[in-house]
């Protein structure tokens, strides 16, 4: 089983920045990729951010330019670099792994999530 653990939200000035990190734990064979996303109140949930096994990086077009998603793969870390943030950025912020096992099969895991909140 894997489970993930994010840090980093909380808040801040618009403006401002914040880093977010996802730390996934257990039996991980091949990752395929990491994504963020985020749930803001009366709205759907929708992906920010998405690095590849291979290192490719794609982006939400209301986040490119201020943030960057990058990885660590020896920690089995997934970090979002925020910033200008902005009031509309408020929201809960999660990750997402999906991973291949061993026998080729593919899950996916999310994380707990964590509180953005952009004050104005």
């Known amino acids: 089983q894997v489970q993930l653990v994010e840090s980093g939200g909380g808040l801040v000035q618009t403006g401002g920045s914040l880093s977010l990190s996802c730390a996934a734990s257990?039996?991980?064979?091949?990752?395929?990729?990491w994504d963020w996303y985020r749930q803001a109140p009366g709205k759907q949930r929708e992906v920010v951010a998405t690095i590849t096994g291979g290192g490719s990086t794609n982006y939400a077009d209301s986040v490119k330019g201020r943030s960057t998603i990058s990885r660590d793969n020896a920690k089995n870390t997934v970090y979002l670099q925020m910033n200008s943030l902005k009031p509309e950025d408020t929201a809960v912020y999660s990750c997402r792994l999906v991973v291949t096992s061993n026998q080729g099969l593919e899950a996916r895991y999310w994380g707990q999530g964590t509180q953005v909140t952009v004050s104005s």
């Open positions: 257990g039996n991980i064979f091949s990752i395929n990729s």
